[in-house]
């Protein structure tokens, strides 16, 4: 595959449309496709993966009920038209 993305955090192979926006706090791979537009925002983990165009990763969620984080895990999935949120998928 041509034109893999590279750097401290992408692991094995990955691509990024040069028109997605991914945190260099998102940590990508193996095997994850980041379709056009798309959003990858800081503290989401995605592997195995295919985020199509204009999806939107939302990373790090703060709870203050439960005094905990929670980051975004998305492990042999596909992203189409939902927005991706605390571990659960919500629709736009």
Known sequence: MKNLSTGENIIGDVFIHPTATVDSGAKLGPNVTIGAGAIVEKGTRIKNAIVLEDCHIQG????????????????????????????QMVPD
């Open 60 to 87: 790090i969620q703060t709870s203050q009920a439960y005094n905990k984080s929670f980051r975004t895990h998305l492990d042999n999935g596909l992203c189409d038209w939902l927005e991706f949120r605390n571990r």
